[in-house]
């Protein structure tokens, strides 16, 4: 009994295997024009898993930017409304140290912060200049929201914010370009000609997608201490988020708790603007999406054009071989197994052609590694890209496979016998 609930299973795999060794046996024998034929479905898998690889090696680049520059990132700064340049200045409108304490103690989903500032000023150091050198003004806080470590030596400490200590750190370009000892701690270096102590060495960071960074000078002092050399210059709060999931949360606290320190009305416009970098990333994640389905689109049109190909040559075939379907009709063949012959003939074509679209997309995108200052470090085609450009020329295969089949399966078996 058992034998007989698996004979049906046994026959239907012994009749699949015979069937495909059939069909490659037809693609072997018309090599050129399977090729040919199978094209569009080459090109359209090499299009998917090329541009699919870049796609995701171009979304991880992009994130990675992101993440150096800190996804839980805020900023807010003063800004003068347009109704209200005549009556305000861009000093009375820039974040006050009150202002940044309101917000440290009110904003629950604001983790910590530091005010900025920013000068260019001559940096000395022996004979050595540098000039118009970035020298930012900041809180100890600075090292946790950029993420930026000191190498040597010490951070800053509140004391030397409380009490406009002359303190600095450096970075390590700066030691470079300034020509300072390997250990530069406890040496002294003029800023805009007052002396400071280097009490310590950052890390110098590769640029972030905001910018930033770069390999060279940069110094850092409290910000207190550069509020007393230039009071004018401009200052932003870099704010970090508890977590970027809170970001409207932060922005509605932060808005709620300026506005109401600052007096404005219900009709007055805001005289600060805030940006969280979390929503840039959303942005960018977004219009990855898009292009994402217009790939899919684009390249989905080209696999249906390479599968009425396959419908092409596969109504050829069943012209070709009508006596030979005569025939194994005559000898009891049944129309499922006719049909079963060719719709398999016509998925081997598609999954041969997806194979090799598949393999030319590999060596494609192993080269595009090799190019001088390409900005990818390492791209590859992601699993999904595989499984649906192969998924996608089977499905093909039997889309435009099966009207053939059926063709070939209702032929009369004497009127076959007799084409010629």
Not at 96 to 115: C, D, F, G, R, W
Not at 320 to 342: N, S, W
Not at 361 to 387: C, H, M, T, Y
């Amino acid at each position: 009994m058992r034998k007989l609930l698996l004979s049906p299973a046994v026959f239907l795999v012994r009749l699949l295997w015979q069937t495909v060794f059939l069909a490659i046996e037809q693609v072997w024998a018309n090599k050129i024009r399977a090729f040919l034929t199978a094209l569009g479905i080459i090109i359209g898998v090499m299009g998917v898993t090329v541009v699919a690889a870049g796609l995701d090696g171009m979304q991880g680049f992009v994130l990675d930017k992101f993440e150096n520059t800190g996804a839980k990132k805020m900023w807010v700064w003063g800004d003068v409304p347009d109704s209200k340049e005549s009556t305000l200045r861009w000093n009375d409108v820039k974040p006050t140290i009150y202002e940044a304490n309101l917000i440290l103690e009110h904003a629950e989903s604001v983790e910590t912060l530091t005010p900025r500032c920013q000068a260019g000023w001559d940096i000395v150091y022996g004979k050595k200049i540098a000039r118009n050198v970035a020298v930012t003004g900041i809180w100890p806080s600075w090292h946790e929201i950029e993420n930026r470590q000191v190498l040597r030596g010490r951070p800053f400490s509140k004391i030397d914010n409380d009490e406009n200590r002359q303190v600095c750190l450096i970075n390590e370009a700066g030691i470079e370009e300034l020509g300072l000892d390997i250990d530069p701690i406890d040496d002294y270096i003029l800023v805009a000609g007052r002396r400071f102590l280097i009490v310590g060495v950052v890390e110098t960071k590769e640029a972030g997608i905001m910018g930033g960074g770069q390999s060279r000078t940069e110094i850092y002092i409290p910000f207190s201490t550069h509020k007393m050399m230039n009071p004018y210059t401009g200052t932003v709060l870099a704010v970090q988020l508890v977590d970027p999931d809170m970001a409207d949360d932060a922005k509605a606290e932060i808005r709620f708790i300026l506005r109401n320190h600052r007096n404005l009305g219900p009709e007055d416009e805001d005289t600060f603007g805030m940006f969280v970098l979390q929503s840039l990333i959303e942005d960018f994640n977004q219009i990855a999406f898009v292009i994402r389905v217009i790939m899919g689109i684009v390249i989905g049109i080209s696999l249906v054009v390479g599968g009425i190909g396959i419908m092409n040559i596969m109504l050829v075939s069943v012209s070709e071989r009508t006596r030979e379907i005569g025939l194994r009709k005559a000898m009891g063949a049944k129309p499922p197994v006719v049909l079963l012959q060719f719709l398999v003939e016509a998925i081997v074509l598609c999954v041969i052609g997806g194979l090799v679209g598949l393999l030319l997309g590999n060596i494609l995108v192993a080269a595009v590694q090799f190019i001088p200052k390409f900005p990818l470090d390492s791209i590859a085609i992601p699993r999904w890209a595989v499984i649906l450009s192969l998924g996608f020329s089977a499905g093909v295969g039997i889309l435009f496979g099966m009207f053939p089949a059926i063709k070939a399966s209702l032929l009369n078996p004497i009127d076959a016998l007799r084409h010629e």
